[in-house]
């Protein structure tokens, strides 16, 4: 199962993310991480493909924003009842946004092939915002 990312800059991302709205099913007493999957636009980098996590008890908050933009970035997000896939990713950041703890994971598998992102430019993403990064 081949999982993406979507991407805007960490903090347009988690803005977009925690302002808008989606159903995502799975209801019930999942505890665990929930994620969102797309294709953005980040500023500088291009189209990447992003995966944000965020714990299951945010999930209302977190389904507005994982919505949020979706014909602006470019596809249909996907949420799912488990944390975002570590394989091929340029990096991580951590944040608080909305009230809650969430991870931004970029992909190098989406990144514009006229951009070629790096996990250089994830972690000054991530410093710009203020969060803490995690190394692929």
Request: glycine share 16%.
């Amino acid at each position: 199962m081949l999982l993406h990312a979507r991407t805007i800059g960490v903090l347009g991302l988690a803005a977009a993310l925690t302002a808008s709205g989606a159903a995502c099913g799975g209801g019930g007493r999942y505890t665990g991480l929930i994620s969102c999957t797309r294709s953005a636009n980040v500023q500088g980098l291009g189209i990447l493909e992003a995966c944000e996590e965020a714990p299951a008890s945010a999930r209302s908050q977190f389904q507005q924003g994982c919505t949020a933009a979706t014909t602006a970035d470019g596809g249909s997000p996907t949420i799912a009842d488990a944390p975002c896939p570590r394989v091929d990713t340029l990096g991580g950041c951590q944040i608080t946004s909305g009230g809650f703890e969430e991870s931004f994971w970029y992909y190098a598998a989406g990144a514009d092939g006229e951009v070629g992102a790096m996990p250089s430019d994830i972690q000054r993403l991530c410093a710009a915002s203020g969060g803490t990064y995690f190394a692929p």
